[in-house]
């Protein structure tokens, strides 16, 4: 089992930036592939952004250019760099982690971002 603990969520301007952290525990070993998304009032929840182990990464065109996602695996854990802020990234923020050899998803509990004046 993985548990993943979120962070760094909170307030913000347009045109502001944020750091979110994914704290990872449990099987971390395990974890081939890691990921944030993300979902907004009345709609599903969506890609944002993955890595994975070899470091691939992969970006909703949406935050192409100004989302940066990280890992170190070392402190077990993943980062997404927010750039250039819109109202419309508004939304909670889940990490996610795939582990092996079953592809089982695991989810953090998720954390608001809001992006307004």
């Known amino acids: 089992q993985v548990h993943l603990v979120e962070s760094g969520g909170g307030l913000v301007q347009p045109g502001g930036s944020l750091r979110l952290s994914c704290a990872a525990s449990?099987?971390?070993?395990?974890?081939?592939?890691m990921g944030w998304y993300r979902q907004a009032p009345g709609k599903q929840r969506e890609l944002v952004a993955t890595?994975?182990?070899?470091?691939?990464?992969n970006y909703a065109d949406s935050v192409k250019g100004r989302f940066t996602i990280s890992r170190d695996s070392v402190k077990n854990t993943a980062y997404l760099q927010m750039n250039s802020l819109k109202p419309e990234d508004t939304a909670v923020y889940y990490c996610n982690a795939r582990t092996f050899p079953l592809a089982m998803d695991h989810w953090g509990e998720g954390t608001l971002v809001t992006v307004s004046l």
């Open positions: 449990g099987s971390t070993l395990n974890i081939f592939h």
């Open positions: 890595i994975t182990s070899g470091g691939t990464t």
